[in-house]
């Protein structure tokens, strides 16, 4: 999948071949362990539904079945823009600002692999849905 290499892009800011293979990397361990996460969160949830049949502690049992459903949501989010960044290395495009095309700094893809806008497009785009945080 690294048949592609942005060898043809003009500038030392885009990713090198093993900067792409270390984020290739991370997204992929992170994708392992949401699923693993998600098959356990999915047998927590049915062994709580054997084990407590009578409705003998409804309330807590009823509440952790909505903790594990919004945790997978949430997992579920993560999981969709882990491939969609998976996506984006096979196409070459990875590590570009969706909004300005600028390159993403290594050091920003390193902290959050599934980023897909620069840091000044990030804060801009920020902004734009609260505006009241432009108060500093
Ligand atoms: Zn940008």
Redesign the pocket.
Known sequence: MFEKPLNSLPSDEYLSHDELKDLYGILKSQADSILDHSRSAVSTLTETQINDPDTLDLAVSESNRDFTLRFADRDRKLLQKIRHALHRMEEGEYGV?E??G?PISYARLKARPVAT??I??KTEAEQVEHPRRRSF
């Open positions: 600002c909004s300005c600028e806008m620069c000044d497009c």
